[in-house]
């Protein structure tokens, strides 16, 4: 029988609830086998895209509230205690917080009036941010910083179709390689060993779940539905996370889950339905370094959420 139990922290940010046991490896659960807790969120305070940090201690997102006149990147501890801006521009920057070295440097980009005039930046935290000369949209990495073409991301080629092409290089921009020609792409993201690329392709008004194999220049479709969003690979490549909604009759995007080898996949979050407000929606998530838990971004409200997903 699943316990529940719901924890009241008096804070002007921080409300946690939690719920039932983990599941384990291999089990097809219900939304009711997973807790949830909210991290962040509230008071008018806004937070989205956000990254586990590789070093697990902490996670790095887009914020804005009441403390900064624009949008900025901040911490939070995944307990949902000590907030900490990090970065402030003085000007405004709409940022894409989606990749983050194995040595620490956080990759964003900036979006401009178009897709080839955003700019791809790394960033340590309490350094300030560095500008690459990469133009593009939704950078990823593998390994270090340092390594050689493993960051990929979307760059327009004929601003005139609005389809994508998935570039690779180093983090200096050189000798740039088209890996995957133009089509409506969208969200790429490294498996953490290099060797494959997860993205959503979109095709006769469905997203196809797609995998592209590094070795074999091959992309297979891992699964298809309408409006699936931000797949990201397990730290240990063995499971994909992304945002869709599967489960009915929740109308809603959740945190899903399917195998990295393929069969069928399962909604694992859901949000309590609220007919005065707009549909609220996973957007942005990211796995923690161990594999246990994601976190994701609830929308409009700008709430951050993590999932326990394994023991």
């Known amino acids: 029988m699943f316990k529940k139990t719901i924890i009241f922290i008096f804070t002007s940010m921080f409300i946690i609830f939690g719920c039932s046991d983990v599941v384990k490896f291999g089990e097809l659960p219900k939304f ?66 989606s990749g983050i070295s194995g040595d620490g440097y956080i990759l964003f980009d ?10 791809i930046y790394y960033y340590k935290p309490y350094e300030e941010p560095i500008k690459t000369s990469i133009k593009g949209i939704f950078p990823t990495i593998f390994g270090n910083l340092s390594g050689k073409y493993n960051i990929a991301y979307l760059y327009e080629d004929n601003d005139k179709t609005d389809e994508y092409s998935i570039y690779v290089s180093d983090i200096n921009g050189s000798k740039p390689k088209k890996l995957i020609g133009e089509g409506y792409l969208y969200y790429p993201c490294w498996s953490t060993d290099g060797k494959k690329l997860v993205y959503i392709k979109e095709e006769n008004d469905t997203d196809n779940l797609c995998i592209y194999d590094i070795e074999s220049n091959n992309e297979s479709i891992l699964y298809h539905h309408g409006g699936i969003k931000c797949p990201k690979f397990s730290p240990d490549c063995n499971y994909i996370a992304f945002s869709a909604q599967i489960e009915k009759p929740i109308d809603q995007h959740g945190v899903c889950l399917i195998n990295a080898s393929g069969g069928d996949p399962w909604q694992i979050t859901q949000y309590p339905y609220d007919p005065g407000r707009e549909t609220p929606g996973v957007c942005y998530l990211s796995w923690s370094h161990d594999g246990k838990w994601i976190v994701y971004d609830i929308g409009p409200e700008g709430e951050l959420w993590k999932v326990r997903v394994f023991e």
Do not use: Q, R
């Open 110 to 119: 900036e979006s401009g009036i178009s897709m080839n005039e955003s700019d």
């Open 32 to 97: 009711s086998d997973y807790d949830t807790y909210k991290i962040f969120g509230g008071m008018h305070n806004y937070g989205d895209k956000a990254i586990w940090y590789s070093s697990g201690e902490y996670i790095v997102f887009v914020y804005s509230g009441i403390n900064t006149y624009y949008s900025a990147i901040c911490k939070i501890d995944p307990d949902g205690k000590n907030f900490e801006i990090l970065y402030e521009p003085t000007e405004y920057k709409d940022f894409h917080i």
